[in-house]
């Protein structure tokens, strides 16, 4: 018997009642509110042979990165190739798409969600996965062109048009497209104020336009609709980057500590690594962070051998070298290397082409040996995409890159850099002040003070 979801989406299951809590328990999930793979676990636990229960379940942890939640993973993927025989193409598809991901080929899950969405357009399940994968895979195009393939099938009838409007917004932010990220995602934000994506989609588009100040309104003034949602600590980070520009440091540590250092014993990793590219950020500008590092370095430490995401792996590399834990550095190096000698999954080309050179570029800053860091990190700048994440988070390789520079006294390359950066975001002061560090270095003071006070005029503003 064929039944479907309020999209109109086939679903195998006769029953309407787990269909209803899927929806639910997806509602939830694209909110970033509750706990939804739970609530589902719930359900199918009265209702097992319910496949796209375990589709979503599956899927879903496929995001989370982590390997504690791997044996979940592959309990609710073989739940449902069990029932394959009785699920529907579009759940045969989803199948696919999640053995792909458990067997390490990311990008192949990713074309068995899109060859679904080819099919089914307004799958949501299919395009949330397969968007969130494209960031997780740095795969910039996709992250809008995926969504522009099945958009003119989308308007405000369909339920969850919102949050496909805010899909939309961060792959169009991504591609640099600010002005059209910005409409849909103020749409979406008119839609629906509690959208955490879409309203973190705007906060993108004001972090790389050097929008500080309505960057702060933006977040500060709808604080309550996003900061008791499980995104709230990546937003919070954002919050954070705007004050940090603005040279605001009591600021952002006092956001630092008060939203991104929980105590927390599930060692959520997303908040590891928003706390790790705050205090990292901090390093750069030589903020002392007193004991910070050496509590998150404790929190990494179980994991540091994990090598399943290099994004995680420089992250707890950053936190180590910081906090100059040799023990926990040598796990992360030695893992990294055994697994690049003996694994074949989409990871590997992440952490060959940038996860260990850049890892090793962090244990050369830690060490003070800046002109090894611009050795390893020049040539890798531009295929820091491979890394996933966002452009905002991958600034930090080059900005680690330009702080080494100035440190190794390579004024004019120094200069090269920090002027790429004015060019993009003429409206940040950090960026004029590494103007004027390299301009100081080469002697040319008069250009240093011109520098200097438009960093001055803009905090002043
Ligand atoms: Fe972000």
Partial sequence: MTNSDSRGMPVSYPRNDPIRALE??????????????????????????????HCFVAGMLTQAMETRIYG??????????ALAGQANDRERGHIKAIRAWVSGDFHAAVEAWDAVLVEYPLDLLALQL????????????????????????????????????????????????????????RR?????????????????????????????????????????????????????LYHLDLGQVDRVLEIHDSNLRSADPSHEKYEELDS?????????????????????????????????YAFNDV??????????????????MNANERYLDDANDANVAMTRIVGMPFSRAIVAFCEGRYGDVVDLLLPIRYRS????????????????????????????????LAN???????????????????????????????????AHSIRRN
């Fill in 130 to 185: 397969a968007h969130l994968s494209d960031v997780l895979l740095g795969d910039t195009v996709n992250q809008r062109d995926r969504v522009a393939r099945v958009f003119p099938a989308w308007d405000e009838n369909v339920p969850g048009y919102g949050y496909v409007l805010g899909f939309y917004a961060f792959g169009l932010e991504e591609n640099r497209d600010y002005s059209q990220a910005e409409e849909y995602g």
């Fill in 315 to 332: 992250h707890a590399m950053m936190t180590f070298a910081a906090d100059n834990r040799r023990g926990a550095i040598e796990a992360v």
């Fill in 24 to 53: 639910a328990a997806h509602e939830k999930a694209l909110s970033f509110v509750g706990a939804p793979v739970d609530e589902m676990v719930a359900v199918l636990e009265e209702y097992p042979d319910f496949v796209m229960g």
């Fill in 420 to 454: 790429e950066r004015t060019q993009l975001k003429p409206s940040s002061p950090q960026n004029w002040n590494l103007t004027a560090r390299a301009l100081r270095g080469m002697g040319d003071v008069a250009a240093a003070e011109r520098a200097e006070a438009c």
């Fill in 72 to 81: 979940d993973m592959v309990r609710h993927l073989e739940a449902a190739e």
């Fill in 385 to 416: 995409q491979y890394l996933g994440g966002s452009h905002a988070q991958r600034d930090i390789i080059a900005w680690t890159l330009l702080e080494a520079a100035l440190r190794a006294r390579r004024y004019k390359l120094a200069l090269a």
């Fill in 188 to 240: 979406a934000v008119a839609l629906n104020p509690k959208d955490g994506y879409s309203i973190h989609a705007v906060a993108h588009v004001m972090e790389m336009q050097g929008r500080q100040a309505g960057g702060i309104w933006w977040m500060n003034s709808r604080e309550k609709d996003w900061a008791t949602s499980n995104f709230a600590n990546h937003l919070w980070w954002h919050l954070s």
């Fill in 276 to 308: 790790t590219a705050l205090l990292w950020r901090l390093k750069l500008m030589d903020v002392d962070v007193g004991d910070r590092w050496r509590q998150l370095a404790d929190r990494w430490e179980p994991s540091a051998a994990d090598t399943l």
